[in-house]
Structure formats: structure tokens, C-alpha cells
């Protein structure tokens, strides 16, 4: 059973999210034209990423708690974890967007975003020889200075469903980082953890929840537009 550890946790994470996918209210199945091509994309982007470090030891996957059937470097249940833990997080988008109407406002908005960008452009440019660190926060912070440029709308309501997010983030990272699942090799990384969790993650989750949030809203503008 020991081998089944990590998709016992993909199937946990997307339990909840899933079983209430066709509730009437959130309606969460109407996203999934938009939402599984705003997946791919990003999964695509995070699993070359993950080979790339995977081969370079940045972090590795442990034997023991995965069945051990790779594509290239990575583990199957590696793969689905980019399909399964953006599904999750987009859950909380759509939910918070439908019970919380009042957000953070423009002012506040605005400003995070200068801060983060800020912080992402520093961390990158003071740990360029720490391969996880730079990386994540050179992407994170040219991701964001798009999103800046191109002065979209849903930034607070992001932001939010990034706040929340970090609930299950911790449950779910905490195990496989703890057990662990999944290994981290700290010559590549700040060597700050928030229990058994790097703080890099923190940024990297950042980057692939902006990602898949941006391109389904992206997706869902084009229907107004062509509609």
C-alpha cells in the first residue's frame, strides 16, 4: 500500500472539489472548457520544469511511496498533480467568487502586486546560484509583470483564493515533504521551511495557480468576445 502514498493523496485533495463540481450553485462544471486548457498549458510548463530539475537533482521522488511507472524522470502521480492540485485551487476561485463578493479594492490590489514584484525580482536577483529559488522567482516575476502590464480585473479576487489556498497547501505539501514524497536538495533552495516545506513553494504555487487562473479567465473573455 505504501507505493499508492501519493496517489492516496492526489485522490484525498480532489475528493471534496470534484464531488461538488455539479452542485447547482457554483456550477463548477461549467468552467471545465475553459479551466482544462488553462491546465494543460500550465501543466506543460511545470512538468518540462520538474524534468529539467529532476534530472539535475534540484529534488527527487522517493521510491517507496510511488508505484514507480515514470514518463521520462517523473512519476505518474508527479503529472497528475499538475492537473489535480490546479483543479483544487481553481475550486476555491469559483467558490470564493461566488460567496465573497467584496474583495480586496483596486488601492490594495495594486499595491501586492508592486510588493510582490518587488520581492520576487530581489530573491531572484540576490540567489542566482540556488537553482529552485532563482528560477521560481524569475518566472513568478516576470509572469506577474505581464499580468501587471496587461491591468486585468481578477487580481483580487486571486489574491484571495491564494490566501485560502495556503490551508490545504500546508496539509497536503506537509505530507509529501514529511514522509517524504517528494525530496529537496537545499543547495538549490533557500533552506527556509514552514514545517517540512520549502519556502520556495510558496512562489512556485504563486506561479501555477496565477498561471492556470490567468489563461481560464483569458479562455472564458475569448466566449465574450467571439459570443
Keep these: 500500500m505504501e507505493k499508492y502514498t501519493y496517489w492516496l493523496i492526489l485522490i484525498c485533495s480532489v475528493g471534496f472539489p470534484l464531488s461538488f463540481s455539479f452542485e447547482k450553485r457554483i456550477s463548477y462544471y461549467k468552467t471545465w472548457k475553459y479551466l482544462f486548457p488553462a491546465i494543460l498549458i500550465t501543466a506543460v510548463f511545470f512538468i518540462i520544469w520538474d524534468h529539467y530539475f529532476t534530472l539535475n537533482n534540484v529534488w527527487s521522488f522517493s521510491e517507496r511511496y510511488t508505484t514507480g511507472f515514470k514518463i521520462y524522470s517523473l512519476p505518474i502521480e508527479e503529472i497528475m498533480f499538475f492537473i ?135 479562455f472564458r473573455g475569448l466566449k465574450k468576445i467571439v459570443f
Design 84 to 218: 489535480v492540485i490546479p483543479y483544487c485551487c481553481v475550486f476555491i476561485y469559483e467558490s470564493l467568487n461566488y460567496y465573497i463578493k467584496n474583495s480586496f479594492s483596486t488601492k490594495a490590489t495594486n499595491l501586492i502586486n508592486i510588493i510582490l514584484l518587488f520581492i520576487f525580482i530581489t530573491v531572484a536577483l540576490t540567489h542566482i546560484d540556488k537553482a529552485y529559488t532563482f528560477y521560481t522567482s524569475f518566472f513568478a516575476s516576470v509572469y506577474l509583470a505581464i499580468i501587471i502590464l496587461l491591468k486585468v480585473d481578477f487580481m483580487a479576487k486571486f489574491y484571495q483564493t491564494y490566501l485560502v489556498s495556503k490551508i490545504p497547501f500546508l496539509i497536503v505539501n506537509g505530507i509529501l515533504t514529511a514522509l517524504p514524497v517528494v525530496m529537496y536538495n537545499d543547495n538549490e533552495n533557500l533552506g527556509i521551511r514552514i514545517y517540512t516545506i520549502p519556502l520556495d513553494d510558496t512562489i512556485y504555487s504563486f506561479l501555477m495557480l496565477l498561471m492556470t487562473i490567468s489563461l481560464m479567465e483569458f
